[in-house]
């Protein structure tokens, strides 16, 4: 089991906003910055978002991010087909202490 | 432009050991941390362990503690990770990851380098 907690998959139509969630505790998410990976299949991961909500030089303005409490959340409006692929949290646990990272997220576009 | 190309990887039997380099180039290698991070195949992230721009701090997961060192050489821009008393469960493709700080993610990623552990 991952420390973080993502939905395994997510879906919508291209155009439609989707939105995908990290669940954590006060030890990870709730004490610091969640950071989002993209991955396409065969491919390294790439940074897509850190600090909660802000978008490295080059990632789309219809990817944001958010923060609240112990979750943090990824949002991609204007759905494309070359969204499509695996969305993975990340963020620093004071507890163990390490990073750790949520399970992924399966993004299809239908 | 950051480049990041690891290397070492391969098939190799329970309990053995195996050293994996990373060669960084495209940036000032000894003003960052890095770190290693691993996926199994068809499996999401681990992280597997990290080092401080000067050495002076690392860091590593659970499941590879006491049996995984980390370590750079500025001087020749690399990174490296010592993997001792491999595990069939170590079998995954292992990342080198650069990161503004230890604690600000990882910003730039390799390509990756297969390491499967197996009789």
């Known amino acids: 089991q991952s420390v973080l907690t993502q939905p395994p998959s997510a879906s919508g139509t291209p155009g439609q906003r989707v939105t995908i969630s990290c669940s954590g505790s006060?030890?990870?998410?709730?004490?610091?910055?969640v950071f989002w990976y993209q991955q396409f299949p065969g491919t390294a991961p790439k940074l897509l978002m850190y600090?909660?909500?802000q978008r490295p030089s080059g990632v789309p303005a219809r990817f944001s991010g958010s923060r609240s409490g112990t979750s943090g959340s990824l949002a991609i409006s204007g759905l494309r087909s070359e969204d499509e692929a695996d969305y993975y949290c990340?963020?620093?646990?004071?507890?163990?202490?390490?990073?750790?990272f949520g399970g992924g997220t399966r993004l299809t576009v239908l | 432009e950051v480049k990041l190309v690891e290397s070492g990887g391969g098939l190799v039997q329970p309990g053995r050991s195996l050293r994996l380099s990373c060669a960084a180039s495209g940036f000032t290698f000894d003003d960052y941390a890095i770190h290693w991070v691993r996926q199994a195949p068809g499996k999401g992230l681990e992280w597997v362990a990290g080092i401080i721009w000067n050495s002076g701090g690392t860091g590593y997961g659970d499941s590879v503690k006491g049996r995984f060192t980390i370590s750079r050489d500025n001087a020749k821009n690399s990174l490296y990770l010592q993997m001792d008393s491999l595990k069939s469960e170590d079998t995954a493709f292992y990342y080198c990851a650069k990161g503004p700080d230890f604690w600000s993610g990882f910003d730039s990623w390799g390509q990756g380098t297969l390491v499967a552990v197996s009789s």
């Open positions: 600090r909660n909500n």
């Open positions: 990340a963020s620093w646990d004071d507890s163990l202490p390490g990073w750790v």
């Open positions: 006060s030890s990870n998410i709730g004490s610091t910055y």
